[in-house]
């Protein structure tokens, strides 16, 4: 059971330090349908010194409308604020989940500070090959889950199955993780929502209007490409850290000032 105090204490160093927030899950990719969905949001934040080199410790900061345990519903809000240094250190990694706050579209970015304006502008420094691994990681991860291969459990959404045959939103994230994987490490760049004929495909996908072989067929095709691109990409084969190390250290340094000494109000 999670400490209330410990709670609160986490949710005023995520808001107070708040520098960036964006919609993301299927509503920022473009493939929600008939209002069955859930409302994601990420947020990164800058904890005040004394997380970083005192002895507490802040990692990530999380709210759901539904009790732990219970599935969200249509428009339930489920809520991430990560400490920007474990935002970014996955975000080198190629995480496929935390780097889209790189790449919403404006009118989905719900918190933007100066600094938060900083991050965007660093993505070059931050994507790399190493994304490739992750990408196929990801889609391998939807594609066994669609099948029953993780740990027994073949999904949490037994209606869709009962209705076409096989989990369709577990075959939508594969297919789409294919297709942000091979247009990241072409481009350097995620497209939000996912561009046509894409956008269309993966939405008849998930209304159950395409099979699941078809659908294996098409995640079997781009995680070839993707393969291919681990090695062939024009990114860098890593992270710039050196250029993310000073930025980072920076952006704590402005952040904390800012804190110590706020400027006046007029």
């Known amino acids: 059971?999670?400490?209330?105090?410990?709670?609160?204490?986490?949710?005023?160093?995520?808001?107070?330090?708040?520098i960036l927030r964006c919609l993301v899950g299927s509503g920022v990719h473009g493939t929600a349908v008939d209002g069955q969905d859930d409302r994601d949001e990420m947020g990164i934040c800058i904890e005040p010194p004394e997380y970083v080199i005192g002895l507490r410790r802040f990692e990530q900061y999380i709210y759901r409308d539904q009790p732990e345990g219970m599935r969200s519903g249509p428009g339930d809000l489920d809520l991430t604020i990560y400490s920007l240094r474990k935002w970014m250190g996955l975000a080198v990694s190629?995480?496929?989940?935390?780097?889209?706050p790189l790449f919403v579209p404006d009118e989905h970015v719900?918190?933007?500070?100066?600094?938060?304006?900083?991050?965007?502008?660093?993505t070059p420094a931050i994507v790399s090959r190493?994304?490739?691994?992750?990408?196929?990681?990801?889609?391998?991860?939807?594609?066994?889950?669609?099948?029953?291969?993780?740990?027994?459990?073949?999904t949490n959404r037994p209606?869709?199955?009962?209705?076409y045959?096989?989990?369709?939103?577990?075959?939508?994230?594969m297919v789409?993780?294919?297709?942000?994987?091979?247009?990241?490490?072409?481009?350097?760049?995620?497209t939000l929502p996912l561009a046509e004929p894409w956008l269309s495909w993966c939405r008849a996908l998930r209304r159950g209007e395409r099979s699941k072989q078809e659908a294996l067929e098409a995640a079997a095709d781009l995680e070839r490409q993707l393969v291919q691109l681990r090695d062939t990409s024009p990114l860098p084969e890593r992270a710039d850290r050196d250029a993310v190390d000073a930025w980072l250290v920076a952006a704590h340094q402005q952040a904390w000032t800012t804190q110590l000494h706020p400027q006046p109000t007029s």
């Open 165 to 173: 045959g096989f989990d369709t939103k577990y075959a939508m994230h």
């Open 110 to 122: 719900l918190v933007r500070t100066e600094l938060g304006e900083e991050l965007r502008g660093l």
């Open 94 to 100: 190629g995480n496929p989940t935390v780097l889209l």
């Open 176 to 190: 789409r993780l294919g297709v942000q994987g091979v247009e990241l490490l072409e481009t350097g760049r995620i």
């Open 130 to 154: 190493q994304a490739g691994d992750r990408f196929l990681g990801y889609l391998r991860a939807q594609r066994d889950s669609m099948l029953g291969l993780r740990s027994g459990r073949h």
């Open 159 to 163: 209606e869709l199955v009962e209705l």
């Open 1 to 18: 059971m999670r400490n209330p105090h410990s709670t609160q204490q986490h949710r005023r160093v995520a808001l107070d330090g708040e």
